[in-house]
């Protein structure tokens, strides 16, 4: 049984839409672990009928826009067959001395209401198991009873799912991609919420950590792994000629807002030329020099299409356990460090000041360069290959 929340508040179209795109989904994450199923929509719940449950239910539970999942036995939606059946389940797993709590629900199905049911399960598990104790607020053990008109389901257990909305229902979004730990956060943020996802990353050549290039290639084969039998495309732009003219700059605590607003300006190239509606980034509001308010000031008008920034919000300690979750998170990163960031950084660039260096470099015509040094790699079930 497959639960989603969200989805249930949109209008009847919409809802339609999203629960087609969700179980779609549901379908190439089933078939990419080799799961023969079948797929039921219901009012309110997906079904979906295979051989190997527990793997289903676990694999369908990393669908965005699922809220959990749970292995149901299907019974017939009467008293005797769900008493029966939940009775079994009570005897794997509630032992002497524990409480436990029946929740009932009824829907289409006539002759008794949910607190009867429940009242019938509760006494047949009481029959079988008598050391037990019933205690319906803060139970040892919960048991599910459902009476639904497509048959009698039990379960005892819920898999949680990531929540949000099924990917592919909000568009496409261009995600700049490092080799750190939060722009994957971010990137997963805005995947969770529906958007179509490509990566983009800014290669520092001579000027970048030896490992920058390996590690952005496993956060980006690791993201793929949330989207199963979807495609993920990662954009490399060559930032050295960019780089080697920000170091000839007698100035260097500049540099990092050079740089954000360099990356901003091709990657909104990159986004236009897909189509794709909005960057994303991991930035996360006074964490380092380049994210003081008075710096993403005059580094957001750099981007020509708008910035998403999931992270503004967060604390370090909250985007560290969320990359711990979703399997980004390298303890041991290697040599990742930038070699052109200063020692003392600005933390409050002067807009004009950032102008002029700009057209001294000759920015523009640097980031159309850099923009035909595109490499294009392409994820898939966490493989990547390079096509291009
Ligand atoms: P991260 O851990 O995501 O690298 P950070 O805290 O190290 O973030 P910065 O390195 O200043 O902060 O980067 C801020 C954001 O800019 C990143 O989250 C990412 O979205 C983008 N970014 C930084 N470096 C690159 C890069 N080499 N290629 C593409 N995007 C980048
Ligand atoms: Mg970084």
Known sequence: MIRY?????????????????????????????????RIETYRGRIMIYGDEPHRIATAAAKTFGVVSTSVCTVTTADIEGLAATAVEHAERHLEPGMSFAVRARRSGVEGFSSQELAAAVGSAVLDRIPEARVDLTAPDYEIFVEAREYGGLVYDEKIPGPGGLPYGTQGEVMALLSEGIDSPVASWLMMRRGCLMVHVNMHGGRFGGADAKKNVLQNHARLSLWIPGHALDLLVVEMEPFFAAITALKEPRYRCVLCKRFMLRVASILAKERDAAALVSGDNLGQVASQTLANMAVIAPAATVPVLRPLIGLDKEEVVDRARAIGTFEAQPGKIGCTVAPRYPSTAAPAETILKLEEEIGAEGLAERAVGTVRRYRAKNGVVEKVG
Do not use: D, P, Q, W
């Open 5 to 37: 929340g969200e989805i249930f508040l949109k209008s009847e179209t919409v809802k339609r839409r999203y629960i087609s795109i969700m179980t779609k989904n549901i379908g190439l994450a089933l078939e990419s672990e080799g799961l023969t199923h």
